[in-house]
């Protein structure tokens, strides 16, 4: 076998690798040998040498009966060290503060790791309990104003992706039927902001808009909400202003020039784009480049 046969051999079992990994969800934290290799579409001898030596290192965890496995937090120490080495965790703790003394609501900072949305800063002007945006570390792109902000941006393909990852539904006003979810992310691509009107939480309004790098792809999002009875729908279009205002602060802080063409605009959305890369091994792990 030459060196470039070894190389290649090692990238394809880099990749098994990461299938295997990404076959566990937050929906599916535990799998068995035979599931993960269903949803690998891997043998079943394949599985098990992988997950052997997964659990090995730390990347997986076995559980007490044996014979299901979940992600160990080996990954999550790596995820944590590159969140913490990102440019946007560095760069926006300013803006992220002064959004929420200009807008007096919580503001969420989060990354889009191709599936669902990251977090990496939040203010919360009043710690409200039972609040689940500000207790979970990860959320869903579909129903709250930083993941539907971000995947309006996203090419066709990863939007597909994420729809064929299932639409959950938290609240009555959830959007759970695929085309009007796209009808949805059009509106939110024409106005520059995104709306969600009590689709996580019941009671909660949210505006959120993108955050683009020096690529100009957007790669994340910033979000301002707060009680329905104070964040009103007709001071929706006030606080998508400053919002905006703010999201392009920081992509500007972070290298993007206003007016430039980011490349995914000339196939994301016309049914001709490839697909989006792929999704992330843990929460923020592999998004490091994209600021």
Do not use: W
């Amino acid at each position: 076998m030459t060196s470039a046969d070894g190389s290649r051999q090692s990238v394809k079992s880099l990749f098994k690798m990461l299938e295997v990994l990404e076959a566990f969800s937050s929906t599916d934290p535990e799998l068995s040998v035979v599931e993960i290799a269903r949803r690998a579409n891997l043998p079943r001898t394949t599985v098990h040498r992988i997950v052997d030596s997964l659990r090995s290192v730390g990347f997986l965890e076995q559980d007490a009966s044996r014979d299901r496995y979940r992600l160990g937090l080996k990954l999550f120490e790596l995820g944590g060290n590159a969140l913490m080495n990102l440019p946007l965790y560095r760069e926006a703790p300013p803006f992220v503060d002064t959004l929420a003394k200009l807008s007096g609501e919580d503001v969420h900072l989060c990354i889009f790791d191709g599936a669902q949305m990251v977090f990496v800063n939040r203010r919360n002007q009043v710690a409200r309990p039972h609040n689940t945006v500000i207790t979970m570390e990860a959320s869903p792109c579909h129903s709250t104003g930083v993941g539907k902000a971000a995947l309006a941006f996203q090419s066709e393909a990863v939007i597909d992706r994420v729809i064929r990852a299932g639409l959950a539904r938290f609240t009555p006003n959830t959007i759970v039927e695929p085309k009007r979810l796209k009808a949805e992310l059009a509106a939110i691509r024409a106005r520059g902001y995104s709306v969600d009107d009590a689709e996580h939480e019941p009671e909660l309004r949210c505006v959120g808009a993108p955050i683009r790098n020096s690529a100009g792809r957007v790669f994340a999002a910033i979000s301002a909400s707060g009680p329905s009875r104070r964040v009103t729908s007709e001071r929706v279009p006030e606080l998508a202003r400053a919002v905006m205002t703010h999201a392009e602060l920081l992509s500007v802080r972070l290298g993007y020039e206003p007016g430039q063409q980011p490349a995914e605009s000339l196939h994301a959305h016309d049914g001709h784009g490839k697909s989006g890369r792929r999704r992330a091994i843990s929460g923020s792990s592999r998004v490091e480049d994209r600021a």
